[in-house]
C-alpha cells in the first residue's frame, strides 16, 4: 500500500468521527507503517489543542447523565460491547495486526481475547461491588451509621503504549466506564486502529455519545499533551515508559489530578536447582520472548542456580532458536517484528552495549534475513547473554525486546538480592519444585506481580500494578473500583 492509497484513521469525538476537514488549520495527519515490512499502511489525523478541547468538552457533557444510568444498564452496555466485539473479532485482529506486525495466533488468543474478558470481568465486578459501613458506638449508648457512597471520578484520560494496545486500552476503559466516567482516549501513535473500532463497538452497544472518544497524535506538543493539560479532566490512567509518567505527573501536578501509572520494568526469573527444567524452560520461552519481548511483564534477568546454569542456558537458547519469525497471518509464526525501525534502533544499541561490557551471546544479536517484503521491517533476533553483571547497563536498564542476561546465583538470599537490586518493581517468576520456597521467595520479591511456577496467568480480579520506576496505585477488580470512584462518606447520628 502507498501513502496515497493508505486507509485513513480518523479521530471519534462526540459519539461520531471527525473529519480532518472539520478541523480547519488543526488538519495534521501522519503516516502509520507496517512493522512487518516497514510500508505505509494508515494516515492518522492528528488530533490539535482545539480537537482535545472539544473531546474533553464532549465527555463533559455525556459525564452527568452516565454517571445517572442505573448500574445494571451501564453494565449491559458493557456486555453488549464484549458481543459486539465477538462479533466483529477478524476485524479487531486484522487492525491489530496491521498496527503492530504481531502473530495472528497471538492477536486471537491474547489481544483481542482479553478485550472480551476486560468488558466482561468488570461488568460483574462492578455490578458485584457493595459499600463499607461501620455502626460507631457513642457516649450515652448512643451509635452513629457511617457508610460511604461512591462516585464516578469524572473524566478520565486513558494514555496507554502500543505493546498490547487493544488489551491495555480495555482494560483501563471498562472499568472506568462501568463505574459512570467518560474517557477521552489516546492510544499510542504507532498503534491507532483498535481503539478507533472500539469506538464504534461502543456506540453500537449503546453507549451515550461522549462517554467514549478517541484522540490521535504523539505525546509533547501533540495529543498527549493537550489531554494532559487540559483543565476539564478529573484523573489520568496512564500506561507507558516512566520517563513519560513521570512528565505526565509533572503536567497534572498544579491542578492535584489523581493518576494511575503502569510504567516499565526490569523483570526477574530466580530459577532453583530444584526447578521442574522442561516447564521452567517452557516458562521462560514465553516471559523472555512473547509479544517479541515487548511487554512489561517480560523477564529480561534471569537468575540460575549454578548446579543447574548450564542446562538452563543451553535449553534455553535452543527453544530461542526454535521460535518461527515471519509473516504476522502465517499460523505457525511464533514472534513478530519490533513496533519500529526507531525501537529497534534502541535494542541494538544495548546489543552493542551488552558486547562492550563482555557479554557471551548464547544466540542471536543481530537482525535477521526474513527475504521478500519483510526485509523492510523492524525484525531482531531473539538474543541470550551470559558473562554480564548486575552493574551492566543491559541487566540495569529496561530494553523491551526479546533479550535477556542469565546471571548465575549460589544462595536463595543471593538470588532474592540480585533480584531486587534494581530500580523497578514491576513483576517477578520464581521456578521452583520447593513450594515452601516459592511462597517465600516470591514474598520477598519488591514487586507487583510474583508468580511462582508460571507467568503473566491473570485474575482480573487481582491487583495489578508496580512498585519504584513501575508505577503508582493498582488497578484489577477493586482497585480499579478505588481509582475510578471517589468516595464520600456519609455519618448519620442514630
Ligand atoms: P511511551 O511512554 O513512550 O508512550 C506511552 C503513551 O504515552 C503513548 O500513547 C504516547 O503517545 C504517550 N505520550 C508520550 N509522551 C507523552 C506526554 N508528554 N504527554 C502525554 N502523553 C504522552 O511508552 P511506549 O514506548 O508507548 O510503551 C512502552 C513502555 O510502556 C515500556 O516502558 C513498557 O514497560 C511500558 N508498559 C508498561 C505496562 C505496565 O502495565 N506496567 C504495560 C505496557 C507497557
Ligand atoms: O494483564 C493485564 O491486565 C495487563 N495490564 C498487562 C500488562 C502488560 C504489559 O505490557
Known sequence: MTADTARWIRNFVDGRYVDPEETGGENRSFEKTDPATGLVNARVHEAGEALVDRAVTAARGALGPWARTPVRERTAVLRRAADLIEERFEEFVAAEIADTGKPVTQARELDVARALANFRTFADVVAAAGQESFLTDLAGGRQALNYAVRKPLGVVAVIVPWNLPLLLLTWKVAPALACGNAVVVKPSEETPGTATLLAEVLRDAGLPAGAYNVVHGFGGGSAGAHLTAHPGIDGVTFTGSSATGSHVMRTVAPRVRPVSFELGGKNAALVFGDADLDETLDGLTRSVFANTGQVCLCTERVYVHRSVFADVADGL??????????????????????????????????????????????????????????????????TLWT??????????????????????????????????????????????????????????????????????????????GGMGLSGIGREGGASSLHFYTEPTNVCVSL
Open 317 to 382: 537458547a535452543e527453544r530461542a532458536r526454535s521460535l518461527r519469525l515471519g509473516r504476522p497471518l502465517d499460523g505457525a509464526t511464533t514472534t513478530g517484528p519490533l513496533i519500529s525501525q526507531a525501537h529497534r534502533d534502541k535494542v541494538r544499541g544495548y546489543f552493542a552495549l551488552a558486547e562492550e561490557a563482555g557479554a557471551k551471546v548464547l544466540t542471536g544479536g543481530g537482525v535477521p534475513a526474513l527475504g521478500a517484503e519483510l526485509d523492510g521491517g523492524s525484525w531482531i533476533e531473539p
Open 387 to 464: 558473562g554480564l553483571t548486575n552493574a551492566d547497563r543491559p541487566v540495569r536498564e529496561e530494553i523491551f525486546g526479546p533479550v535477556a542476561a542469565l546471571i548465575p546465583f549460589d544462595t536463595e538470599d543471593e538470588a532474592i538480592a540480585l533480584a531486587n537490586d534494581t530500580d523497578y518493581g514491576l513483576a517477578a517468576s520464581v521456578w521452583t519444585t520447593d513450594l515452601r520456597r516459592g511462597h517465600r521467595v516470591a514474598q520477598a520479591m519488591d514487586v507487583g506481580m510474583a508468580w511462582v511456577n508460571t507467568w503473566f496467568l491473570r485474575d482480573l480480579r487481582s491487583p495489578f
